[in-house]
Each structure stands twice: as structure tokens, then as C-alpha cells.
């Protein structure tokens, strides 16, 4: 009975270049896999170094949470806003 590894003349068909390709395909695919996530430091929006501390954010969390008054929100906004540069509305 012939195996499936041998060909007409008894050695390995062409076949046999399907599993080299198969790994390379899965390896290649682990590789990007990890080079999109882990390697560029994308680590999802629940890690911390993603937490934005512009200035500008540290004001309007501090006002939302009830540490500094209206009156002392636009005060510390207008300087920042000399600051930066930035010209508009609230933070």
C-alpha cells in the first residue's frame, strides 16, 4: 500500500512544500499579531498610561469632581488657555 509521502518515483510530492508555507503563514501571523499589540505598546484603553493628563483634562476632572468652583474653573482655564495657545470654549 502506498503512503500519501510517497510519489510515483517513491520520494515526497510536491506536497511536501504545503507544510513549510503552513508554519511560515502561522508564524508570519504571530508575528504581526504581536507586533500590532504588544510591540507598539498598545495595551488598550484600560491601561493606565493611557489616561490623558494635559493640563487641560486635570481642570475638567477637578471641576467635575467637585474640587474647584465655577468661578475658579474659568479663572484657571483662561491662564491655561494663554498658555497653550488654545483659543475657544472649555475644556
Known amino acids: 500500500m502506498q503512503t500519501l509521502a510517497d510519489f510515483t518515483d517513491g520520494g515526497p510530492g510536491p506536497w511536501i512544500l504545503l507544510f513549510p508555507l503552513i508554519w511560515a503563514a502561522v508564524i508570519g501571523g504571530g508575528i504581526v499579531l504581536l507586533r500590532r499589540t504588544v510591540w507598539r505598546g498598545r495595551r488598550g484603553p484600560w491601561h493606565p498610561a493611557r489616561e490623558d493628563n494635559s493640563p487641560l483634562s486635570v481642570l475638567g476632572r477637578r471641576f467635575a ?3 474647584i468652583d465655577e468661578d475658579e474653573y ?4 483662561s491662564v491655561l488657555e ?8 472649555a475644556a
Open 74 to 77: 474659568w479663572r484657571r482655564l
Open 82 to 89: 494663554e498658555q497653550f495657545g488654545r483659543k475657544g470654549g
Open 65 to 67: 469632581s467637585g474640587e
